[in-house]
């Protein structure tokens, strides 16, 4: 800070309007306000959507190659992959919109 900036900040402490107390506002009144909203929480839903789309394209074109005469040790590991990224994205769909109840 500068001399000036200090010598500001002296004239506005010491002539400065101040605040009166107001018995209205207090810390317990502010613990009673509801929580604050968020307004982006679409973005959640639509990313979802789409996660869920890629993941239904995935499942189609995987079950659409497949030569079920013969399984082999990699269509396995695709199957299970699949369901694995399946059961993450549900879990976290169903999570995501419990938070948006609450």
Known sequence: MTIDDNKIAQQLREHGYKAGAN?????RVMNRLPERQSTHRWVGHVIYVVAAIVCLVCWLVL??????TVITVRDITHYAV?????????WNAVAHV?????
């Open 98 to 102: 419990a938070r948006s109840i609450e």
């Open 82 to 90: 699949a369901i694995a990224v399946t059961a993450f994205l549900l």
């Open 23 to 27: 018995p209205w506002f207090t810390p």
């Open 63 to 68: 079950l659409n190659n497949q030569d079920f």
